[in-house]
T-cell receptor, first 116, second 115 residues
Framework: DAGVIQSPRHEVTEMGQEVTLRCKPISGHNSLFWYRQTMMRGLELLIYFNNNVPIDDSGMPEDRFSAKMPNASFSTLKIQPSEPRDSAVYFC??????????????FGPGTRLTVL | DAKTTQPPSMDCAEGRAANLPCNHSTISGNEYVYWYRQIHSQGPQYIIHGLKNNETNEMASLIITEDRKSSTLILPHATLRDTAVYYCIVRVDFYSGGGADGLTFGKGTHLIIQP
C-alpha cells in the first residue's frame, strides 16, 4: 500500500513568493492533518480536516497560510507571501476515523521548505 | 490531553533491550498512551499504543504501570536503525463532535544505539 505522499520533497524559494505544498492521503482515510516542524518549536499541528472539511485551523500561524482539501485524495497547504521564518519541514498525516474513535495517524515523508 | 515527561536522551548498546520511560502522572481514565518515533529526516512513525494492559507488536512492547502514571517502551533487540527521537503521547481515543484531532508532540527522547 502506498503511504501518505507529499510533494515536492524539497522546495527552495525566495521571500515573497507563493509556495504550494501537496499531500495525497492514504486511500480510504477520512482525516488529514498538516504539521510543521522547526528546531525552535518542534512538531506542531497547523490544521486538520475530517471528511474534507476543515475542523480546526487554530494552529495556522497567520493569514498568509491557507489549506484546502477539494476531495478525499488531495490537499494543499499554501503560503502567500512566504517569509524566511516559514522555513521548516511540513508533514502531512492521515487517519481513518470511524465509530467515534480516533485511529492511528500515518505521516508522509515531509516537504523541506527553505525561504531565502 | 495529559502532559508527558521523557528524558531528553538515552544510549543503548546494539543488540540489547532499549527501555524508554515516560511519565504521565495526570493521565485521565479515558486517555491512551501512544508512542511514535522519528528517524532523522523522516516523518513520525507509529509504534504502539495502549490503555492499561501491556501491549506487544512486531516493533516493540509497551508496559503501563498499574496506576497508569508512567509507561515504558521496550525495543527488545535494538539495532542501529532504531536510533531516533521517540515521542510518548497521551490522548483520548474517542472524539465528540468534529472528529479526529491532531497529536501533541513534546520534545521526546533521542535514543542513540551504539555499535
Amino acid at each position: 500500500d502506498a503511504g501518505v505522499i507529499q510533494s515536492p520533497r524539497h522546495e527552495v524559494t525566495e521571500m515573497g513568493q507563493e509556495v504550494t505544498l501537496r499531500c495525497k492521503p492514504i486511500s480510504g482515510h477520512n482525516s488529514l492533518f498538516w504539521y510543521r516542524q522547526t528546531m525552535m518549536r518542534g512538531l506542531e499541528l497547523l490544521i486538520y480536516f475530517n471528511n474534507n472539511v476543515p475542523i480546526d485551523d487554530s494552529g495556522m500561524p497567520e493569514d498568509r497560510f491557507s489549506a484546502k482539501m477539494p476531495n478525499a485524495s488531495f490537499s494543499t497547504l499554501k503560503i502567500q507571501p512566504s517569509e524566511p521564518r516559514d522555513s521548516a519541514v511540513y508533514f502531512c498525516a492521515s487517519s481513518l476515523s470511524r465509530g467515534g474513535r480516533k485511529d492511528t495517524q500515518y505521516f508522509g515523508p515531509g516537504t523541506r521548505l527553505t525561504v531565502l | 490531553d495529559a502532559k508527558t515527561t521523557q528524558p531528553p536522551s538515552m544510549d543503548c548498546a546494539e543488540g540489547r533491550a532499549a527501555n524508554l520511560p515516560c511519565n504521565h502522572s495526570t493521565i485521565s481514565g479515558n486517555e491512551y498512551v501512544y508512542w511514535y518515533r522519528q528517524i532523522h529526516s523522516q516523518g513520525p512513525q507509529y509504534i504502539i499504543h495502549g490503555l492499561k494492559n501491556n501491549e506487544t507488536n512486531e516493533m516493540a512492547s509497551l508496559i503501563i504501570t498499574e496506576d497508569r502514571k508512567s509507561s515504558t517502551l521496550i525495543l527488545p533487540h535494538a539495532t542501529l536503525r532504531d536510533t531516533a527521537v521517540y515521542y510518548c503521547i497521551v490522548r483520548v481515543d474517542f472524539y465528540s463532535g468534529g472528529g479526529a484531532d491532531g497529536l501533541t508532540f513534546g520534545k521526546g527522547t533521542h535514543l542513540i544505539i551504539q555499535p
